[in-house]
Each structure stands twice: as structure tokens, then as C-alpha cells.
């Protein structure tokens, strides 16, 4: 098993941007699919505490947006080098 010593909001980031995506773009398209706002996006990567530990659900929604694997952006998997 892999575990970044990465944060999981620093990972979202360092995604969210290799996206091309800002927090409001990602958070317009998971709103379209019932998830987080662009304000708890930011929450999550700024790690507040309302924020650190998101579900798995949320963790799905958020990997899916981003085109990677859910376990990539948990941690748990290496990223795949194109």
C-alpha cells in the first residue's frame, strides 16, 4: 500500500491544477453532480477542520471530476505518468 506523506487537500490541488481547473470550475461541475462547492473545495485544500476528512463518496464525486482514480487522489495508489 502507497501513502503519500502528501495531505490529502494538497493532493486535491496539485490535481485540481494539473486539471487546468480552478476551484470555482470544479466546483460548478460537482455541484451539477450533487457534490461539494467551490467554498468547501477550498476548505478541503486549505485543510479546515470541517473539511480534513472527506467521505468516500465525496472522494469518488471529486476523482471522478478530475479524471483519476479514487485511490490516486486518496493516497492509497501512484499516480499513472503519461
Do not use: W
Amino acid at each position: 500500500m502507497i501513502r503519500s506523506a502528501e495531505t490529502f487537500g494538497a493532493r486535491l490541488r496539485r490535481l485540481r491544477q494539473a486539471a487546468g481547473l480552478s476551484q470555482s470550475e470544479l466546483g460548478r461541475r460537482c455541484r451539477e453532480d450533487g457534490g461539494p462547492s467551490a467554498a468547501y473545495i477550498s476548505h478541503i485544500e486549505t485543510g479546515r477542520p470541517n473539511a480534513r476528512n472527506p467521505s468516500l463518496e465525496m472522494i469518488r464525486l471529486l476523482a471522478r471530476q478530475l479524471n483519476v482514480d479514487p485511490a490516486v487522489l486518496a493516497g492509497f495508489a501512484p499516480e499513472k505518468k503519461s
